[in-house]
């Protein structure tokens, strides 16, 4: 199993605060990539990392931010939770390229926000 | 851009039965073509993949053939056993524009009854 470890695992928050999620890694791999998975919608990308201090949006990245400052930690940040950010996150790591564009998720985090 | 459609579920089979469940894609390269699996409670994890026509992936008696032709990438086993209940993804990596960002299909949930 890839090496890759999610924290915390479950988190209840109230509407308003800041909550961090922190993703790692042992695998040395260059991409990594937070997702939010709801019934309905599938998997949804909401930033993704190409490298350390290199990050980008995904199609859901409005009230999240996220940083990458070593290459095995991947933290994703929402800066004032609401409601409708209650979901499953995932995190998932690539190294990119050809055969190797498999990705590895991580076990997940059940995030509610009342 | 590129696309991932598969047949929506739940698809309910009695152990023993055959399953098939459609993947079809759009892609503006040439994209390697997978399929994951989610077991309840748990992150996504690679179940087979293709890296280029007339491949086929094969896992866990699972097989998928990568057709070019018909833009396909069909997910089959013999013989379902209860174990396989699970939701499974089709998914592709097209590297041609230089950005490695999987596209994901909506998940097909697969329920098998004793």
């Known amino acids: 199993d890839a090496g890759i470890t999610q924290s915390p695992r479950h988190k209840v928050t109230e509407t308003g605060t800041p909550v961090t999620l922190r993703c790692h890694q042992t695998?040395?791999?260059?991409?990594m990539y937070w997702y939010r998975q709801d019934p309905g919608h599938g998997l949804r990308l909401i930033h993704y990392?190409?490298?350390?201090?290199?990050?980008d949006k995904g199609e859901v990245s409005d009230g999240y931010s996220v940083s990458r400052s070593k290459t095995e930690d991947f933290l994703l940040t929402l800066e004032s939770a609401t409601s409708s950010q209650t979901s499953v996150y995932f995190c998932?790591?690539?190294?990119?390229?050809?055969?190797?564009?498999?990705?590895?998720f991580g076990p997940g985090t059940r995030l509610t926000v009342l | 851009g590129n696309s991932v459609t598969q047949m929506e579920g739940p698809v309910t089979l009695s152990e023993e039965a055959f399953l098939t469940i459609n993947c079809t894609y759009t892609?503006?390269?040439?994209?390697?073509l997978f399929w994951y699996v989610q077991y309840p409670g748990e992150g996504l994890q690679l179940l087979l993949k293709?890296?280029?026509?007339?491949d086929k992936g094969s896992n866990k008696g699972f097989e998928a053939t990568y057709r070019k032709e018909t833009t396909s990438f069909h997910l089959e086993k013999g013989s379902v056993q209860v174990s396989d209940s699970a939701v499974y993804f089709c998914?592709?990596?097209?590297?041609?524009?230089?950005?490695?960002?999987?596209?994901f299909g909506r998940g097909t949930s697969l329920i098998v009854h004793p």
């Open positions: 695998e040395n791999h260059r991409y």
């Open positions: 998914a592709l990596s097209d590297p041609s524009g230089g950005s490695y960002i999987p596209t």
């Open positions: 892609a503006t390269g040439y994209p390697s």
């Open positions: 293709a890296t280029k026509a007339d």
């Open positions: 990392s190409y490298g350390v201090k290199d990050t």
């Open positions: 998932a790591i690539g190294m990119a390229g050809g055969s190797t564009d498999t990705q590895y």
